[in-house]
């Protein structure tokens, strides 16, 4: 087990388009969040899941966006109707269960809408 | 107030000095702080956490920790180029959901 990973690296995808991306996390983690990343700031949370279960969305999340970590394992978000405004990069991280341990991160998906 | 403040920098430090990185955080019941570095273009990576009050040393890095002022730092001795990155420091939400909030990062660059 080599991290967690992200698939795909880079997504262009038109105005309006439906995107999915994938996330693999290290497999004893059972914490899995997906964050988005636009130049010059951090990372903004977007959504938390503990085993299958998604235990808290980002009120700032649009309805656009969509995630799901069947059985535990791997996560996929998607965004529909995409805009503009959704070009980013889109991070995963996962943790340890039971304490603070910090979050390992994917390499990102960067998504460019034009 | 945003949750999680930094400077954006860029601190600029010659090679060989010591690197003081800043981040006040707004709620008081917070318990868990974590320094990340992210490199131009790559995700971010955890270099350092701290729970208590004061400081934890790990190799060239000193973590800071004041619950009281509601203040973290990252110190960074013997500066070198390789570490000219942004630092982003994020705080979990009291509560025990596990959730880090992050400020917007510090670029730093080491020069030669």
């Known amino acids: 087990d080599t991290g967690v990973s992200q698939n795909p690296r880079h997504k262009i995808t038109k105005r309006g388009q439906n995107v999915t991306f994938r996330c693999d996390p290290i497999?004893?983690?059972?914490?899995l969040y997906w964050y988005r990343q636009t130049l010059g700031q951090g990372p903004e949370f977007l959504t938390y899941f503990q085993n299958e279960a998604q235990l808290e969305k980002s009120r700032l999340l649009s309805d656009r966006f969509s995630a799901e970590r069947p059985k535990g394992s791997f996560s996929t978000l998607e965004i529909q109707r995409t805009e503009q405004g959704d070009s980013a990069m889109y991070l995963c991280a996962s943790s340890l269960p039971g304490g603070d341990y910090g979050y390992t991160f994917g390499s990102g998906t960067r998504l460019t809408v034009v | 107030q945003k949750e999680v403040e930094q400077n954006s920098g860029p601190l600029s430090v010659p090679e060989g000095a010591i690197a003081s990185l800043n981040c006040t955080y707004s709620?008081?019941?917070?318990?868990?702080f974590f320094w990340y570095r992210q490199y131009s273009g790559k995700s971010p990576e955890l270099i350092m956490s701290?729970?208590?009050?004061g400081d934890k040393e790990d190799g060239r890095f000193t973590a800071q920790l004041n619950k009281a002022s509601q203040y973290v730092s990252l110190l960074i001795r013997d500066s070198q180029p390789s570490d000219s990155a942004t630092y982003l420091c994020a705080v979990n939400r009291p509560g025990g959901s596990y959730i880090p909030t992050f400020g917007r990062g510090t670029s730093l660059i080491v020069h030669p």
């Open positions: 709620d008081r019941g917070s318990q868990s």
């Open positions: 497999s004893e983690h059972n914490r």
């Open positions: 701290i729970y208590s009050n």
